[in-house]
């Protein structure tokens, strides 16, 4: 069986849930995990480290625009801690604005994903991080 530990950081609920749902009617098991603000992530991720001794996540979903914060707050702040700089980032974004994307990448996002309406279509660009995804008995 295929697991993924997802974090979700989104301040707009239906974008959490929609995303939330969509991981769910993935074909791999997934645990997800979902905070409204950058200092919500970093929480979680200081608990998670005190708790197992790393990040525990396999990868992030992380809003463009969290709040009055841009997603580049929390990718510096992941890629300067050694325990976090390896877990893969995937940026979503209403954005349309190829600077941007190009900014998220260069500061460590592994992708950008741009935010859908339908929920297939969104099911479909989900499906893309069963490569993340740890074969678990």
Known sequence: M???KVLIVEDNVADARLQQFA???QVFDC?????DSIDGAVEHFNRRIEET???DTDVVLLD????????SELLIYMKLDPLLKDV???VT???RDPRRHEAWITQGA?????????????????????????DVA
């Not at 645990?31 to 905070?35: D, G, H, L, S």
């Not at 463009?64 to 997603?71: I, L, P, Q, R, T």
């Not at 994903?113 to 995804?133: N, P, T, V």
């Open 2 to 4: 295929r697991h993924l």
């Open 23 to 25: 991981l769910g009617a």
């Open 31 to 35: 645990a997800v995990t979902w905070v």
């Open 53 to 55: 001794g790393g990040a």
């Open 64 to 71: 463009g625009m969290v709040g009055s914060e841009d997603a």
């Open 88 to 90: 893969p980032v995937v």
């Open 93 to 95: 974004t209403g954005s």
């Open 110 to 134: 592994e992708s950008v994903m741009q935010k859908c309406f339908e929920i297939e279509d969104l099911e479909s660009g989900l499906s893309a991080l069963e490569a993340y995804a740890r």
